[in-house]
């Protein structure tokens, strides 16, 4: 499961990140690796992953947001993020990766919605406690937006059919949906 929240996340790495951003791919010390549009920490080793793509501007919401969670609960004992404070932000990480996946290939893929809508409301279903914390968090709902916004942009741009974009929904979010509905949230 954790593979699938990594290839989701690259996946959305490619086609979600904001147009005006640089992405940068960052090792952290403690082995996980995560994406975002601002330079690494010092103590991460860092690397450009996606180059600026015709630097746009500010998409019209305002800026998009490069993190969920700026500084998440900390456990006082390991001062590491609590296991609480992880699960939620996994939680909401993943919400933000399927509800902009899903959006993004029912708009642009035929067939898409038809295939894999009974999934995506099986999975609204069963999730939505998890939803709902979406739901009540301006950063996650702001963050679903902007990669709506440099989506359009980009298909407008190159065509609704990107090399790549139909193989990655039908064969990765659609099937990712069902499994998460088979087997739950990762954890």
Known sequence: MRRLAFIVTLACACFCAPASAQLFKCKLADGRTVYQDSKCAEEARQSVV????????APVGGPCPTHLIEKPEVD??????????????????????????????????PGFPQRFGSA??????????????????RVARRMVECRREHEAQRSRQHGADL??????????VGPGLERMNREGMPQ
């Open 120 to 137: 995506y409301g099986e999975w609204r279903t069963r999730f939505a406690n998890e939803i709902s914390a979406y739901q009540s968090n």
């Open 163 to 172: 090399p790549g974009k139909t193989g990655y929904c039908m064969q990765m």
């Open 50 to 57: 996606a180059p600026p793509a015709g630097a746009a501007g």
């Open 76 to 109: 006082p004992k390991t001062g590491m993020e609590s296991d609480g404070a992880r699960k939620s932000r996994i939680a909401l990480e993943m919400v933000v990766e399927i509800v902009s996946g899903y959006d993004l290939c029912a708009a642009e893929v």
